[in-house]
């Protein structure tokens, strides 16, 4: 990876200057590399205090630290990055697309080799001495635009399994009575004047027979 692009880690603002913070500047870390918003946001005096530096649209984002090892991105917005993000600038003959979905298909090999047992971080000296097999740049691109294709596919469904799931857990908190109520709050149309629901312990409704006991003289 060293021989195929430029790359640094950021730092972050002493937390007890509020002079660095509430600025304009997002602060990207690494559970936000795949995000458009940011939590924090820092002043350009923070930036100049510190040790975080500037990524641009487009770049890798790449999660070194804690429970998102691994994790990597192309960076949405144009901003500043801390210790525990590496960011990867390709030069001109390598696609940042094509990295990155390399990336992610080798991260449980990358964190199988390096942390072992989920211990410890990764570092820039370690990605930098990763091997990649490219293709000439008009198939990487190809190669990257296709599965990020496929990504944005995936996320568009996942968020429609999402809403799907809450709109289920509303209805089903609606189209059943509540404690102390014999009707639900919505019903179907054709059930709009049907008489109001009966409450039955469940053993009133249930055919239930004792299984046949038996002894067992042998565990073969």
């Known amino acids: 990876m060293g021989e195929v692009a430029v790359s640094f880690s950021g730092g972050t603002p002493s937390v007890g200057n509020s002079k660095y913070y509430n600025g304009e500047i997002p602060f990207i870390r690494s559970a936000e590399i795949n995000s458009a918003i940011t939590e924090l946001y820092l002043t350009e005096e923070g930036l100049k205090n510190s040790s975080a530096k500037m990524v641009n649209v487009g770049d890798i984002l790449y999660a070194l630290y804690g429970a998102t090892s691994g994790e990597v991105g192309i960076s949405k917005i144009n901003g500043a990055i801390n210790q525990a993000i590496l960011a990867i600038k390709p030069y001109d003959a390598y696609n940042s697309k094509f990295i990155e979905q390399w990336l992610k298909n080798q991260k449980k090999n990358i964190i199988d080799k390096y942390l072992q047992g989920g211990q410890g971080n990764l570092s820039a000296a370690i990605v930098k001495k990763l091997l990649i097999p490219f293709p000439t740049l008009p198939e990487q691109k190809a190669i990257g635009d296709f599965f990020q294709t496929l990504d944005r596919s995936i996320d568009l469904h996942q ?6 799931k809450n709109r289920k857990k509303s209805l089903l908190q609606k189209m059943f009575p509540k404690n102390g109520e014999s009707v639900p709050k919505i019903r179907f149309p054709e059930f709009k ?7 039955r312990k469940l053993g009133e409704i249930l055919g239930y027979e004792q299984p046949t006991k038996y002894i067992v003289n042998s565990t073969d």
């Open 159 to 164: 968020r429609e399994l999402e809403n799907l």
């Open 193 to 199: 004047n049907a008489p109001a629901w009966e409450q």
